[in-house]
């Protein structure tokens, strides 16, 4: 395969999976505490063909070398954790994170995941669960007596009582993390720790730089539809040159081929 084509096809898969990155932004713009992706780009390994500054004669070094690029490929597609948008939803169990940190979810194997995913509900057990059934990390119970529910910025989870009495059942704590983008995204809203991420810092909320938590509201995804739609005419128009270059290409062998 001559080499042109080879780079040209190189670019067809970079921009084919930067347009799957797009489409799964697209996709989950209404999903509660999503993170946007992006895709970074690497050129790959050159052919070194003649080194800059070697010797082209007794006296004389080149100025330049003539080194061949083989193409370019995706290497990385990193997470967007800037703060998305409040949605007032008057919920009591659906808490906003404002700030850093993450809300700590026991799964099923005993390992903790983390998650901006505040659309918490209450189990039969009348424990705070997300939509999957998976509790919330330290768990918080509700009595059957509790009337209504109060939770602070700070955590603090109280509820009124039947007989008019206040009661603590509870404080939510929040984890920060060194590096968000280095957590590891399991699908469900949820994120896994890496030693990308670092080990998490547990912490109150609206202390030490952790977020605070707002009540009766939910983060939005923070996928800009017309940001990710010009990246998508982007890398159809890249796509396009691509494909362009292969025919390019093949109209050259083919005249090489017609006039031997």
Known sequence: MDASMWIAKTGLDA???????????????????????????????????????????????????????????????????AQGSLA??????????????????????????????????????????????????????????????TIGQDGTVSVELNDGTN????TIQLARFVSPAGLRPIGQNLFKETAASGAPQILQPSLAGAGKLQQGALETSNVNVVEEMVNMIETQRAYEINSKAISSVDGMLRFLNNNM
Request: no cysteine.
């Open 15 to 81: 921009q084919q999976m930067r347009m799957s990155v797009i489409s799964n932004n697209l996709a989950n713009v209404n999903t509660t505490g999503f993170k946007r992706d992006r895709a970074s780009f690497e050129d790959m390994l050159y052919q070194n063909l003649r080194q800059p500054g070697g010797q082209v004669s007794a006296t004389e070094a080149a100025p330049t070398g003539l080194m061949m690029g083989t193409g370019v490929r995706i290497s990385a597609t990193e997470k967007n954790h």
């Open 88 to 149: 007032t939803t008057q919920n009591a169990l659906d808490l906003a994170i404002l700030g850093d940190g993450f809300f700590q979810i026991a799964q099923a194997d005993g390992s903790m995941a983390y998650s901006r995913d505040g659309a918490f509900k209450m189990s039969v057990d009348r424990q705070m669960v997300t939509a999957n059934g998976a509790p919330l990390q330290p768990a918080i119970t509700i009595p059957n007596e509790a009337a209504s529910i």
């Open 167 to 170: 009661q603590v059942v509870g």
